[in-house]
Nanobody
Framework: QVQLVESGGGLVQAGGSLRLSCAAS????????MGWFRQAPGKEREFVAA????????VYADSVKGRFTISRDNAKNTVFLEMNSLKPDDTAVYYC??????????????????????WGQGTQVTVSS
């Protein structure tokens, strides 16, 4: 089992920045590739960004490319999502997720929500216009 706890959400004005954190505990976090997903009211959960187990690869949804950066610190079992130039459309609950490294490791498979094994409880991000 891997337990994931997100933090860092909040209310920010359009154009502002937030940094989300996801603390992992349980099985060795470095065995897992990590992703961020989000779900806006009335919409399906969607892929935002993912990184491979040692942070060598970052994959992003087109909607956040160039504005969001995913990173990880395996020594602290923590994954981060730096979000800049935020827009009202970024308003959503943001979820951290973990997938065993051999299950999903390509730019295509890392975006597949159904492959992820463990999920956090989510953190709310609200961007006001």
């Amino acid at each position: 089992q891997v337990q994931l706890v997100e933090s860092g959400g909040g209310l920010v004005q359009a154009g502002g920045s937030l940094r989300l954190s996801c603390a992992a505990s349980g099985r060795t976090a470095s065995n897992y590739n990590m992703g961020w997903f989000r779900q806006a009211p009335g919409k399906e959960r969607e892929f935002v960004a993912a990184t491979t187990r040692y942070g060598a690869t970052g994959v992003y949804a087109d909607s956040v490319k160039g504005r969001f950066t995913i990173s990880r610190d395996n020594a602290k079992n923590t994954v981060f999502l730096e979000m800049n130039s935020l827009k009202p459309d970024d308003t959503a609950v943001y979820y951290c997720a973990a997938v065993f490294a051999t299950k999903a490791s390509t730019s295509i498979t890392l975006g597949k929500i159904g492959l992820y094994d463990y999920w956090g409880q989510g953190t709310q991000v609200t961007v006001s216009s």
